[in-house]
């Protein structure tokens, strides 16, 4: 178990302090393949020993720009920067940066060991240094037993986890990972997103990872950048991503979320109240971006947030009516969806404290759904 | 996103400018006025002329012409009833035998095979002549069209036939109507190659061949041994040409066969 | 009933045309050369019976493998056509790998226009490729027109009839066996893989080494076996380009039967060709089984 961090430590955020030096500067980047604009304009730093993530769907330019970094492709605008070093020109082998392919890219030619010694070879390093510290890697990833194997010889994992090994051997300054665990089934790959933080931490290399799963984003990253269409949405922590997204893109990429759109009535300190439909409350959440009086929003609110009873909440502001239309039971909670007289499904997430005997509520039950003033956020459209 | 390099692009340039300056030359220096072959005299089509009152070659070409349909089709029959067995039927007697009877003739040389028919005939008593090259090549075409199609049998999901039979086929309503149409295009191909096989076989016709047939081939090889002449370079631009035509044309009609296939395909999803 | 049918037909013509051949190949290796129709002794007459069998029996011999040894035009042929094999079948690797790998490399929508490009020259008779080359390498040929026009050489080079024009031969007709199975390899290779060695350091050229070179392995030596077998037992070209001292074995077997007329001593030189081939046969198998294996 890791040692339980003491009061006194500061949280690990160089992004919050306007001094620290970043190790990636990218510095108004644009690539275009032909007409197709890949990667629109970014700016973005990313510092030492932080495990970045680049999250987005397919075609969204993520993995452009992880190539990028890597020497692959040349941005087409713009500069980058690693380590305050001009990164134009500079060949993929030239760089102190390591890849681990979506493929893993093992050569099947050569054993495990040879993989993960590859690199090192080709620094040109005396044969003990590379055997002692091929034996290191190995160790890292535990796979010491498998070192004569060919990759065709060992399970998905073990690929997985030779292809981390030999992109960590040379020690990068930079280690980009893209869809590392993609090929990996679900229990798989939860235990092994741990194992990656756990290597991270261990080796202090600054990882930038590259996934369209968010739920893997959220649990390895310390930042998140959130990306579409080549541009980037929002950068945050997997926190902030969640519960304060600056956007309805990235709201609705994040996790799940009830969008209703409204129009603003007031804004009132940082509180914006919005009318919604005709013979319902309006609803009122925390106001991001610039909201205009009157303009169209959209307010977002998580269903685990919201709290479903028979009787009408009248101590609450944010409260709606409607009726069940279905109930989905997940073992450790219960989704329901509630249409309101306008048409519009809510979703609410409720954790089932007791056994399933005491469900309360069936189809068609009539049900009131609320949510405190600080739950929901009014975003622009 | 392939990169090609400089040297690709040379290595590709001076690799096919290898394989098509000769043919290329051939044909070009058959329209020569000249006899002598190296020597640009003007142009001219009496070669042709002079081919085509070639007496001796048109009987020839069409000896060739006659062995290479008998021998490819009863080839194909025959390979095709063998690419069966040997994927379909299972384990019998000397079925180890009969595989390895099927490959070899694949990698033997040719005037081994010529050599050991020949003795063969002769040991029978049969007389040379059309027949015995047809035979000749219809053993080791055989072999060719049984490896062609036995490789799309292997591919073929079997199933479909299990199926068929599960519907209340016979064994042989099942090959005729589900196996075979399935498989028509290795069977068409290897047709085609037993065809140019035949049509190509110089040794075995050699050996195989009586005073009274002589294919092309042998007609070719004894003239070609006196040195060249414009009437062999006139010859092979018509060869040339009618393989150039076939092949162009049968991968055109099997693309746009695909392209039908794949915009059907898109159409029904 | 069909079953049995369907198998009898194929083996049954295999049987008569293909293994009984080959045996009596391997039965007048050990008889006698004779002055009689058919050339050679001992014949089997059935009509005596036991006795008939076994004297037919007592009277083959191995003195045709003997005479093999003695004179030495068959040993010298058979090594020649070995080195004739083996260089031709390098030259070929040397000339054909660039075009495989250019083609690898070409973009996609061009590949089956390539493809077609090298199997053409397969379909066009063999025997009109070898002669195109005549006219090319004569004295008075093309290649010596040209290297004389532009002043590489004063007086015509003598290419035609020697081992040389043999080499170009049977690059020329054999190319297309090495292009197709080492593109093979070379185009279903991860593009991904050259980029994991540039990004541990290799240059284009070390991946190219390290990399792409050790993949494409399979495909060389396939593509060295299919042009390596039939080369060494290759008749047309060598009596077509080669010279009176261009020695190779597939010549001395078809002089032998067709000139000397010496059908025992035929067979034996076929059987020994035989003999010899089997290993590069054997080895050729165990790749292609080993390549099958590594696919599935």
């Known amino acids: ?180 665990l993609g090929a990996l089934d679900k229990k798989l790959r939860q235990d092994t997103q741990f194992e990656l933080m756990d290597i991270q931490e261990k080796t202090g290399t600054t990882f930038v990872i590259v996934t369209h799963d968010q739920e893997e984003a959220m649990t390895v990253a310390s930042r998140v950048a959130v990306m579409d269409n080549g541009r980037i949405m929002q950068v945050a922590t997997p926190a902030e991503i969640y519960e304060q997204p600056n956007s309805v893109y990235v709201a609705d990429f994040i996790g799940d979320v009830n969008l209703i759109e409204g129009r603003v009535s007031s804004i009132d300190e940082g509180r914006a109240t919005l009318d919604w439909a005709e013979g319902q409350h309006p609803i009122t959440g925390q106001a991001s971006g610039s909201l205009s009086k009157g303009g169209r929003a959209t307010f977002a609110v998580r269903p685990e947030k919201l709290y479903i009873s028979r009787e009408e909440p009248t101590e609450r502001t944010n409260r709606v009516w409607g009726k069940i239309l279905d109930i989905g039971y997940l073992g450790n909670l219960s989704t329901y969806h509630v249409e309101t007289t306008g048409g519009q499904v809510i979703k609410c997430e409720m954790i089932n404290v007791s056994r399933i005997d005491r469900r309360d509520y069936t189809w068609d039950d009539e049900v009131w759904l609320s949510w405190s003033d600080t739950a929901g956020l009014v975003l622009p459209e | 996103m392939k990169r090609l390099s400089a040297f690709n692009v040379v290595s590709l340039t001076l690799g096919f400018a290898f394989l098509y300056i000769p043919m290329l030359i051939l044909v070009i220096y058959s329209f020569n006025e000249s006899r002598l072959v190296t020597v640009w005299a003007g142009f001219s089509t009496k070669w042709y002329g002079e081919l085509f009152r070639n007496e001796a070659m048109i009987d020839a070409a069409w000896v060739t012409l006659q062995v290479a349909f008998f021998s490819s089709t009863i080839a194909t029959v025959l390979g095709t009833m063998a690419a069966y067995v040997l994927v379909r039927q299972g384990r019998f007697m000397g079925r180890t035998l009969f595989s390895g009877m099927i490959y070899a003739p694949l990698v033997m040389p040719e005037v081994i095979t010529g050599l050991s028919l020949l003795l063969l005939f002769i040991a029978i008593g049969l007389d040379r002549g059309i027949v015995t090259i047809v035979l000749a090549h219809t053993t080791f075409a055989m072999c060719y069209v049984s490896v062609v199609v036995s490789s799309r049998l292997v591919s073929f999901d079997q199933s479909l036939e299990e199926a068929a039979l599960d519907l209340g086929a016979t064994p042989f309503e099942a090959f005729r109507l589900v196996t075979l149409p399935i498989i028509a295009p290795a069977v068409i191909s290897g047709w085609l190659l037993a065809f140019t096989l035949s049509l190509d076989d110089l040794v075995i016709a050699s050996f195989t061949a009586g005073p009274s047939a002589t294919t092309l081939p042998i007609k070719i090889f004894s003239s070609v041994r006196l040195g060249v002449s414009p009437e062999i370079n006139a010859l092979s631009t018509i060869i040339i040409g009618i393989v150039t035509v076939g092949v162009i044309s049968a991968s055109l009609i099997s693309k746009r066969a695909i392209t039908k296939r794949i915009r059907e395909e898109q159409a029904a999803v | 009933m069909m079953r049995r049918l369907l198998i009898a037909v194929p083996y049954g013509w295999l049987l008569l045309l293909f293994l009984v051949p080959f045996l009596i190949v391997l039965k007048i290796s050990l008889s006698d050369i004779a002055l009689s129709i058919p050339p050679y002794t001992p014949t089997l007459d059935l009509s005596e019976g036991w006795a008939g069998i076994r004297d037919f029996f007592s009277a083959l011999d191995f003195e045709n493998f003997t005479f093999l040894t003695t004179d030495d035009l068959y040993w010298k042929a058979y090594l020649s056509s070995l080195q004739i094999a083996l260089i031709s079948t390098l030259l070929t690797l040397l000339v054909g790998f660039p075009i495989a790998y250019g083609m690898a490399r070409a973009p996609v929508e061009w590949r089956p226009a390539l493809m077609m490009l090298v199997i053409l020259p397969f379909w066009t008779s063999f025997l009109i490729r070898v002669y195109a080359w005549i006219g090319i390498l004569s004295n008075e040929g093309f290649l010596n027109q040209f290297l004389m026009w532009i002043g590489l050489v004063d007086e015509p080079l003598t290419i035609l009839n020697t081992n040389i024009a043999v080499y170009v031969g049977i690059v020329y007709t054999y190319l297309p066996f090495m292009i197709l199975p080492v593109y093979a390899t070379l185009e279903k290779m991860d593009e991904s893989l050259l980029e994991a060695a540039e990004d541990l350091g290799c240059t284009r050229n070390q991946a190219f080494w390290f990399v792409t070179v050790p993949l494409s392995r399979p495909g060389v030596i396939a593509g060295c076996f299919l042009v390596f077998i039939p080369a060494l037992g290759e008749f047309v070209i060598p009596s077509l380009l080669g010279g009176s001292q261009t020695l190779m074995i597939g010549k001395v077997l078809w002089e032998e039967f067709f000139s000397n007329r010496d059908w025992p001593v035929a067979s034996a030189v076929a059987i020994i060709l035989l003999l010899i081939l089997i290993v590069p046969i054997v080895l050729f198998q165990r790749n292609q089984q080993k390549q099958a294996e590594a696919n599935s």
């Open chain 1, 1 to 180: 178990m890791a040692e339980r961090p003491s009061p006194n430590q500061t949280v690990f955020a160089p992004w919050t302090d306007p001094d620290a030096v970043p190790l990636i500067r990218i510095e108004g980047v644009t690539k275009r393949f032909g007409d197709f604009t890949a990667i629109d304009n970014i700016d973005l730093n990313i510092y030492r020993r932080e495990f970045f993530a680049l999250l987005g769907p397919s075609g969204c330019g993520k993995t452009t720009l992880m190539r990028m970094l890597a020497g692959f492709e040349t941005p087409t605008e713009g500069r980058i920067s690693i380590d305050e070093q001009d990164m134009a020109g500079v060949a993929p082998n030239r760089r102190a940066v390591n890849m681990m392919f979506q493929s893993y890219a093992l050569f099947p030619h050569l054993s495990v060991w040879e993989n993960i010694a590859f690199g090192l070879r080709r620094d040109g390093a005396d044969k003990d240094k590379i055997a002692a510290r091929v034996e290191e890697m190995l160790k890292l990833v535990q796979l010491e037993r498998f070192a004569r194997r060919k990759p065709h010889q060992i399970s998905g994992g073990q690929r997985q986890r030779v292809a981390l090994a030999r992109s960590l051997a040379k020690a990068p300054k930079l280690l980009l990972l893209d869809e590392p």
